[in-house]
């Protein structure tokens, strides 16, 4: 137990020596690391592509910390998260071939994280940099979308444009989505389309407003018309009246009605008791006029 004690107590100071020795290797591992540029770091919604002598590795690497070989390899950091693009002062043509003064819209975009290393090879001259971050494609998408929007606004009327702010928006969306898939499939989202603002040439805002008075004033006429035909309903329903009404009481006066209805006014001339002229019309017998309807 003695010799035991001495052996642990003399292996003490080698063992306190060659730990600090280690931290310090370590420490200079990671520094050498650090100062090479081994270390790289990837934000989250990035994705990292390796460009090794020339050649760019097809498999990105993933959000956050990992190793890459020094001095050969550099990492570029690429956007996979939501990019927009600006598209300012658009004077496209309409359906009718008159242009917007000024057209401005917003396009946003994703691209597959799988297929960033894919999309950086294909549009090498087509890609942008901003802080160091690279945008896959952005100026392909640009050009696109300009053709888009282009596309879009002739096939509307230059009078309707102003009101149709989302329709223009859907059509862009769907359009430039079908032009990216037909030579990228799986690649590119276009996840919105906004309109920022419509400006139309002073000649199609005075058409405007022409076309508007016009429909006022049609409108105003298709009114009176409805008012006369209405007017003219009512006389003819009236007319209708008068007539039914006439052939009713034209029915109703027969030979011996009319009779009857003379008997009775002579026995009210009769019943009087004064002197009184009567005129007998042509073609009337005594006895016509002797009628007693009462009896007496």
Same mark, same amino acid.
């Given at each position: 137990?003695?010799?035991?004690?001495?052996?642990?107590?003399?292996?003490?100071?080698?063992?306190?020596?060659?730990?600090?020795?280690?931290?310090?290797?370590?420490?200079?591992?990671?520094?050498?690391?650090?100062?090479?540029?081994?270390?790289?770091?990837?934000?989250?919604?990035?994705?990292?592509?390796?460009?090794?002598?020339?050649?760019?590795?097809?498999?990105?690497?993933?959000?956050?910390?990992?190793? *890459?070989?020094?001095?050969?390899?550099?990492?570029?950091?690429?956007?996979?998260?939501?990019?927009?693009?600006?598209?300012?002062?658009?004077?496209?043509?309409? *359906?009718?071939?008159?242009?917007?003064?000024?057209?401005?819209?917003?396009?946003?975009?994703?691209?597959?994280?799988?297929?960033?290393?894919?999309?950086?090879?294909?549009?090498?001259?087509?890609?942008?940099?901003?802080?160091?971050?690279?945008?896959?494609?952005?100026?392909?998408?640009?050009?696109?979308?300009?053709?888009?929007?282009?596309?879009?606004?002739?096939?509307?009327?230059?009078?309707?444009?102003?009101?149709?702010?989302?329709?223009?928006?859907?059509?862009?969306?769907?359009?430039?989505?079908?032009?990216?898939?037909?030579?990228?499939?799986?690649?590119?989202?276009?996840?919105?389309?906004?309109?920022?603002?419509?400006?139309?040439?002073?000649?199609?805002?005075?058409?405007? *407003?022409?076309?508007?008075?016009?429909? *006022?004033?049609?409108?105003?006429?298709?009114?009176?018309?409805?008012?006369?035909?209405?007017?003219?309903?009512?006389?003819?329903?009236?007319?209708?009246?008068?007539?039914?009404?006439?052939?009713?009481?034209?029915?109703?006066?027969?030979?011996?009605?009319?009779?009857?209805?003379?008997?009775?006014?002579?026995?009210?001339?009769?019943?009087?008791?004064?002197?009184?002229?009567?005129?007998?019309?042509?073609?009337?017998?005594?006895?016509?006029?002797?009628?007693?309807?009462?009896?007496?």
């Amino acid at each position: 137990m003695k010799n035991n004690k001495i052996s642990t107590r003399n292996s003490s100071p080698g063992l306190r020596r060659a730990l600090p020795l280690a931290v310090i290797v370590v420490a200079l591992v990671i520094a050498l690391l650090t100062v090479t540029g081994a270390f790289v770091v990837i934000e989250t919604g990035h994705v990292g592509v390796d460009r090794t002598l020339g050649t760019i590795d097809m498999d990105e690497r993933a959000p956050g910390l990992s190793l *890459k070989l020094p001095f050969f390899t550099r990492v570029m950091e690429t956007s996979a998260k939501e990019i927009v693009i600006d598209l300012n002062d658009l004077k496209p043509k309409a *359906k009718d071939n008159l242009s917007l003064k000024d057209l401005d819209i917003s396009v946003y975009y994703r691209v597959a994280p799988e297929r960033a290393a894919e999309t950086l090879v294909k549009y090498a001259n087509g890609s942008s940099m901003e802080q160091g971050i690279v945008y896959p494609a952005y100026n392909v998408i640009v050009r696109e979308s300009r053709r888009a929007v282009y596309e879009t606004v002739a096939t509307l009327e230059s009078l309707s444009l102003h009101r149709e702010r989302e329709l223009i928006s859907a059509n862009v969306q769907t359009r430039l989505q079908g032009l990216l898939d037909s030579d990228n499939p799986d690649t590119f989202v276009i996840t919105r389309v906004v309109v920022r603002a419509i400006t139309t040439d002073p000649g199609i805002e005075e058409s405007i *407003k022409t076309a508007i008075a016009n429909q *006022k004033r049609l409108e105003a006429k298709q009114i009176e018309v409805d008012i006369a035909q209405k007017d003219a309903e009512i006389e003819i329903e009236r007319a209708r009246g008068i007539a039914e009404a006439n052939r009713i009481i034209d029915q109703s006066l027969t030979r011996n009605y009319l009779q009857h209805e003379q008997n009775v006014a002579l026995q009210k001339f009769a019943e009087n008791g004064q002197n009184n002229t009567i005129v007998i019309p042509a073609g009337m017998t005594a006895a016509n006029l002797l009628i007693n309807p009462g009896g007496k």
